[in-house]
């Protein structure tokens, strides 16, 4: 069976490049029927947070990605390095290092004046003398001294790693005692049953040793697979300001997180051409093979043009709910269903959704100067009042067609273009020169509002 897992460190909010990551990972394991679990690697006590676990809790749920099982957290599993600590001493594969601190500066100072590679020279690994009272040791493990660690990494092919050139006998246990990462990493990968590690490929220098680890106690070693990382569109690794922010500000932006997923998923992989997945797609389509070797480019029209598919083809029920996050009430307001399908259409994210939706069933508390110069000339005001009254005479007036009858009427009456009654008409009732069909406006907000607001524009002498 396939396990997966995401294992962040919970040392701030869940960004989209972590959110990448495991989304691959639970849809590996979904596509093969197998587990995907959480991992919070939360043992840095001084950077880690309670708040920024429940941040990622809170961004799995708005997601919709569900952690199999019990979420597993580091810091509650102490006693179990400790345990294998013992054991690698007991074995011999670990030993204790008394080197002090002003001894390691020197040795480092040494081998940069040499033009060396900086590493711990190996003087505890065999050491059969008194060690010195004065020096808490630290725990280290026997790494190979030399010969090829290969990382069979399932988006790289095998990557050959020398032993002499990147490693020593790395720390496994701190003088307080406390373990270190990447020892803990591949023992909690073991003893979880994680078989497949998908994950971001800066962590590809760490495989070697957690390698030395998986030997040293006898596990097996997971598949790897290394995802490059998400650039901007100038090929810089991404940051803050290109969109490398908390997954829930996605939600506050007003991105569904279907849009999002789909976004993300093919943020370094591919099927074909296809740009739209469904969850169900994705899950019976993704196959960690075909990520891409090269970094991906983060592209917010993307993003966006997803989003805006996804909104089109939100049911308005779901609309209505989703856009009281945005302050938007239309729960009880009769013309819902004409004011989303005239509206669902232009918006790119559900914030501008309900700025499109406020502004028609909001009065207008201005004019624009631009448009009401171009709208009101000649006998604007006359084509206004004219069909005030039309309206004033019709009896009730329901669907947007009944509303671009009267239009009509009035324009062939007056015999003038449809621009000369469009155009006031347009400023009188939002504002502005855009908009949605003035039909649909006027439905949505109805007879008296409509003469209403030609009434206001009128008088307000534009
Ligand atoms: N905790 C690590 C991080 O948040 C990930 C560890 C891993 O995937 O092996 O970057």
Redesign the pocket.
């Known amino acids: 069976m396939v396990v997966t897992?995401?294992?962040?460190?919970p040392?701030g909010y869940l960004h989209i490049g972590?959110l990448r990551?495991a989304l691959f990972s639970y849809l590996w394991a979904k596509k093969n029927n197998g587990k995907f679990v959480l991992?919070i690697?939360d043992t840095d006590k001084a950077r880690n947070s309670e708040e920024a676990t429940q941040a990622i809790l809170n961004a799995f749920e708005w997601l919709g990605l569900e952690a199999d099982g019990e979420i597993t957290y580091q810091s509650k599993r102490e006693d179990i390095y400790k345990k294998y600590i013992q054991q690698l001493l007991d074995e011999g594969k670990a030993y204790k290092c008394y080197m002090s601190k002003k001894e390691l500066d020197v040795l480092r100072e040494e081998q940069m004046a040499n033009k060396e590679r900086t590493k711990y020279n190996g003087k505890y690994r065999d050491f059969c003398g008194t060690p010195p009272e004065d020096v808490n040791p630290v725990i280290r493990i026997k790494a190979p001294l030399s010969g090829k660690i290969v990382v069979h990494d399932g988006v790289k092919g095998d990557i050959v790693f020398q032993a002499e050139d990147i490693l020593d006998d790395f720390i496994i246990a701190r003088a307080d005692g406390s373990p270190t990462?990447n020892f803990v990493?591949a023992i909690d990968?073991a003893l979880m049953g994680i078989n497949e590690?998908?994950?971001?490929d800066?962590?590809l220098s760490?495989t070697p040793k957690?390698i030395v680890v998986y030997e040293a106690l006898g596990f097996d070693i997971p598949k790897f697979y290394h995802v490059p990382m998400i650039h901007n569109a100038q090929g810089k690794k991404l940051s803050k300001r290109d969109g490398a922010t908390d997954v829930m500000a996605y939600k506050e932006m007003g991105y569904l997180p279907q849009a999002l997923l789909n976004f993300l998923v093919r943020l370094g992989w591919s099927h074909g051409d296809q740009e739209i997945f469904s969850m169900n797609e994705m899950k019976e389509l993704f196959d960690p093979k075909d990520i891409n070797k090269s970094a991906s480019i983060y592209n917010t029209e993307k993003l966006d043009w997803l989003n805006s598919h996804y909104i089109k083809n939100t049911p308005n029920d779901e609309l209505v709910e989703l856009l009281t996050n945005f302050g938007l009430i239309l729960s009880s307001h009769d013309k819902k269903e004409i004011l989303l399908d005239a509206l669902k259409e232009r918006a790119k994210t559900l914030k501008e959704l309900a700025e499109l939706i406020h502004e028609i069933i909001t009065a207008p508390d201005a004019y624009d100067a631009k448009a009401v110069k171009k709208a009101f000339k000649g006998n604007a005001i006359e084509v206004l009042e004219e069909f005030a009254n039309k309206l004033d005479e019709a009896k009730e007036l329901h669907l947007p067609s009944e509303y671009h009858h009267i239009m009509q009427e009035v324009v062939d009456n007056m015999e003038i273009g449809f621009g000369k009654i469009g155009n006031p008409l347009r400023v009188a009732l939002l504002g502005k020169m855009s908009g949605p069909g003035l039909d649909v406006v006027m439905s949505v907000i109805g007879k008296d509002e409509t003469i209403l607001r030609i009434t206001n524009a009128i008088a307000a002498d534009l």
């Open positions: 897992r995401f294992a962040p460190s040392t972590g990551t991992r690697e990462y990493v990968d590690v998908i994950r971001g800066d962590h760490n957690q």
